[in-house]
């Protein structure tokens, strides 16, 4: 029987196995818009984001990376 894992984001309970893909799904391609931004310092912004970081796959990590290292402004 798998735990019920508490998905950091929205704070839902899902299986272990559906979590990612939850995410994924719910805030994956989007901005987290549900949680009121105020209520997100940085050092909360970084520590989610090294929470969803660690939950990619390899391939997407090195995606993520890529685009971050990506110098801005070009559109
Ligand atoms: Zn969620």
Not at 10 to 38: A, N, Q
């Amino acid at each position: 029987m798998a735990e019920p894992v508490r998905c950091d984001v929205c704070g839902g309970l899902f299986s272990s196995s559906h979590l990612s893909s939850h995410k994924r799904l719910s805030h994956g391609g989007k901005t987290t818009g549900h949680i009121p931004k105020s209520h997100i310092n940085d050092q909360d912004a970084m520590r989610r984001i090294v929470d969803l970081f660690d939950g990619l796959a390899e391939e997407s990590k090195k995606n993520v990376l890529d685009r971050l290292t990506a110098p801005r402004g070009t559109p």
